[in-house]
C-alpha cells in the first residue's frame, strides 16, 4: 500500500494544473456548504435559546389542535381561510392537567398563560393609513400568572415604570412598539397615559389600558416581534374567553328541534293578532314614556356571559430542571401525553419548538432552501470532478498500458486512481475546512445585525454570526469523499476495459 500512495503524490505533482483545478472545486464547496452550515447552527442555537430562556421554556401544554389548522404560542394559522383570525382554544381541564404535571418528575417551574394580538390605537377611532403599513403598531399580548410568569420569565429589560399590577388594565410596552405608535400616529406614548387597544378578531373589540412601564427584549436581536405584557383579565377578553364562548363550547352535541314542527301562526300569531287591537299605533307613536333602554329587555344574563372567564388558560409552560438532555425532555413530554390520554384529560404536550413554530417554520423553510442549494452544488462539482477525471484518464491511457505491460493488474490500477482521488480530496477538503473557519471568523468579528422586524423573524434573530460544529465538518468530509470516489468509478472503470496493447498504441500516438 505504501508504494501505491507513494505512486500516486508523484502521479498528483506530475499533473499539478489538473490537481490545484480539482482541488480547488472541492476545497470551494467545502467552505460554501460549511459557512452555510455554521449560519444555520447559529440561528438554530440562537433562536432556541432565546426562546427557552424568554418565551416558550421547555415544554407547552395547550387544548388538543384543531384539525386543519396550526397553532402555537402566538395563534392559529388557517391555510384554507387566510383572512379569518381564530381564537386559540382554551384548556378545557385546567386543574386536571395542573395535576397531572405536579405529579411528573423533572419539571421545575409552571406557569398558565393567555396569548392574543391586537393594535394600539391612539383613540377609540382606527383610521388605516395606506402609506405606513408596515409601521402599524400591531403587537401580541402575553399575560401569564402575574408571580409565577415574572419568576419563570425574568428577563424584560425595564426601561421605564414597572411590571402591570394583578387585577388591572395595565400594561408593559415593548420599546419598538412605542417607536411604531410615535411612526404611525406622530403621538409619543407617555408613562401612566391611557391608551387604546383593537383585538385583531372579527370582534373589534376596544378597551382602554393604562401604560405603567416600557421594556427592552432580552436579547436586542431577537426574532421575537413586539409585545405587551398584561393582566389575564384584560387579555381574555381580546380572545375570547369569556363566560358566554366556553357556554357555546359547552352545548350539547344533540339538541331537541321537536318545536320545529309547530307552525307559523303557533309560534310568532297571525297577521291579524298583530293588528287587532285599535290602540296598536297609538301606544307606540304617541307614548311618550317609552325608555329605548328597555327595548332590549333584562341584559343581565348577557352581561354575566361577556365577563371574562377568570379560570381560562390558553397554555401551560412548563420548564424542566436544569441540565436535562433534550432526550431527557421528550422523554417528559411522552410521559405527560400518556398520562392525559390515560386520564381522558384533552391536553397535549409539546416541545419548544413546535410552541414557536411561527419563528422556527421560517428557519426551517432557510434550511430547506440552504439544503436543496447545497445538493445543486454538489451535483455541479460533481459532474466537474467527473468530466475532469475523465479527461484526465485517457490522457494516461499510454501510462495504465505501460503498467498494464510490466505486470500490473487491473486491482493495482484501480487502487493507484483511487488513492489519488482520496489523497486529493482529503487534502482539498482540509484546505477548505481551514478557509471556511477563518471566513466564519472574519466575519463574526464584522458583527453584523439586521434591524428589521420582518427580517429578524425571517432569519430568526438580528444577529448574522456563524457556529463552526465538528459534526457538520465531518459530515460534510464524508460526502464529498464518497462523491469524488463515485465520480471515479466510471473514468476508472472505462481505462481499465482497454487491452494494454491499445493503450500502449494510443500512448505512442
Known sequence: MGVIFKLAINNLRQQKSKTIIIGLFIAIGMMIVQVGNGFIESVNHGMEKDF??????????????????????????????????????????????????????GI???????????????????????QDMMKIPVFYMFAGESDAYFKMFPNQKITEGRYPAPGTNEILIDERLKKN???????????????????????????????????????????????????????????DLTYGANFVQELPDEINFDFSTSSEDDLFGSDDDLFASDDFGSEIV?????????????????????KTDDGAWHYILLRCEKGMSDV??????????????????QAVARNWAHAAGTFTSSVESISSLFTVLIIILAIVVFIIIMNTMVISVLERTGEIG???????????????????????????????????????GVLNLCNFT????????????????????VGNFVSTM????????????????????ITPLKALSKGDA
Open 328 to 345: 431527557e425532555i421528550d422523554a417528559v413530554i411522552e410521559d405527560l401525553n400518556n398520562k392525559f390520554a390515560a386520564a381522558g384529560v
Open 52 to 105: 427557552r430562556a424568554n418565551y416558550t421554556a421547555d415544554i407547552i401544554v395547550s387544548a388538543p389542535i384543531p384539525n386543519g389548522v396550526f397553532m402555537d404560542l402566538f395563534g392559529i394559522t388557517d391555510l384554507a381561510n387566510v383572512m379569518e383570525v381564530k381564537q386559540i382554544p382554551a384548556l378545557p381541564d385546567v386543574k386536571a392537567a395542573e395535576k397531572i404535571i405536579s405529579e411528573t418528575s
Open 108 to 130: 421545575l417551574q409552571k406557569s398558565n398563560i393567555v396569548t392574543t394580538q391586537g393594535i394600539l390605537m391612539e383613540s377609540d377611532e382606527f383610521l388605516l393609513e395606506d
Open 450 to 469: 439586521v434591524s428589521d422586524d420582518i427580517a429578524k423573524m425571517i432569519l430568526g434573530g438580528g444577529s448574522i454570526s456563524f457556529i463552526p460544529t
Open 402 to 440: 505501460t503498467m498494464r505491460a510490466i505486470g500490473a493488474n487491473k486491482s493495482f490500477v484501480r487502487k493507484l486512481f483511487f488513492c489519488e482521488s482520496i489523497t486529493l480530496t482529503l487534502g482539498a477538503e482540509i484546505v477548505g475546512t481551514i478557509l471556511s473557519l477563518v471566513v466564519m
Open 478 to 497: 464524508i460526502i464529498i469523499l464518497v462523491g469524488t470516489i463515485l465520480a471515479n468509478l466510471y473514468p476508472v472503470s472505462s481505462a481499465l476495459k
Open 286 to 306: 304617541t307614548s311618550g314614556d317609552v325608555s329605548f333602554d328597555d327595548i332590549l329587555g333584562d341584559t343581565t344574563l348577557r352581561d354575566e356571559l361577556n
Open 181 to 239: 405608535f410615535y411612526e404611525y400616529y406622530k403621538s409619543e406614548m407617555q408613562l401612566n397615559q391611557t391608551i387604546y387597544i383593537s383585538g385583531v378578531s372579527m370582534q373589534t373589540l376596544i378597551r382602554e389600558a393604562k401604560i405603567v412601564g416600557f421594556y427592552n427584549q432580552p436579547d436586542e436581536n431577537s426574532a421575537m416581534y413586539s409585545i405587551i405584557y398584561a393582566d389575564p383579565s384584560l387579555a381574555r377578553a381580546f380572545a
